[in-house]
């Protein structure tokens, strides 16, 4: 699986746009979303700038780095018969696939570790206050986000449609899930909804590790919606990934 990772972080250098999408669009985004979210009521809401682009942040590093990047990964490797050949060797499906999946994890870790970091200090959020919170959300998202990539990649019938296939979750993720628009600013069954959402149990937990505030109930109901998407993605990773380009 090391070598496999190696392997593919080369293959990821070389992927200049794949590259670029996953290292600069996530460092970019938190800037551009800071004129929206000073826009917004937020004391009426209970929110700060920081609690909501630190979040944010981490959500983007994700979508684009760990989600977006793998689903391309994926289907390049189909259609070019990687993973068909990787499968007569001794590595399980579940390792060629962990192992493909290793660089772009390790970069949306990076990632977000440096934007926290920095929103941390540029925006005077400060320690957080139940960091237990915050390190399992974005352990979940770094569980979840991988086989949701190779899932999406089952729907791509070349590397170009990979993209496309990948743009309806990222943007109902990024519009639904509390980057971009709060839930608190939602209408109450919107937002009851929207907390369905694959990225929304990150987004909560993050948030709740910094402010505190975030009650037993809430905790457990992020954690149960993300590791049941994460069930979900690996049985139908298991059930319909396919391993061949589709012809």
């Not at 290793?102 to 957080?128: F, N």
């Not at 399992?136 to 170009?160: C, D, I, R």
């Amino acid at each position: 699986m090391a070598a496999l990772a190696r392997a593919e972080l080369t293959l990821l250098g070389r992927t200049k746009a794949t590259l670029f999408a996953a290292l600069f669009v996530p460092l970019v985004l938190p800037f551009s979303l800071r004129s929206t979210v000073d826009q917004m009521d937020l004391k009426g809401m209970g929110l700060s700038v920081g609690s909501i682009i630190l979040p944010a942040s981490v959500g983007f590093s994700l979508l684009f780095a760990v989600y977006s990047s793998l689903v391309s990964v994926y289907a390049a490797r189909r259609e070019e018969l990687v993973l068909k050949r990787l499968r007569t060797g001794e590595l399980r499906d579940a390792e060629i696939l962990a192992g493909a999946a290793l660089p772009s994890a390790a970069i949306g870790l990076a990632q977000c570790l440096v934007l926290t970091a920095a929103c941390a200090v540029l925006l005077d959020v400060g320690a957080p206050q139940a960091p237990h919170l915050a390190v399992l959300g974005l352990l979940l998202g770094l569980a979840m986000w991988p086989p949701l990539a190779a899932v999406t990649a089952t729907f791509s019938k070349s590397v170009e449609g990979a993209q496309v296939a990948a743009m309806p979750l990222m943007m109902v993720s990024l519009l639904g899930s509390g980057t971009f628009i709060p839930l608190e600013a939602m209408p109450d069954r919107l937002a009851s909804a929207c907390e369905l959402l694959p990225l929304t149990p990150v987004i909560t937990l993050i948030r709740g590790g910094w402010t505190g505030d975030l009650s037993a109930y809430e905790t457990l109901g992020a954690i149960a919606t993300a590791v049941a998407w994460t069930v979900v993605a690996v049985f139908a990773v298991g059930r319909w990934f396919r391993w061949e380009p589709r012809r």
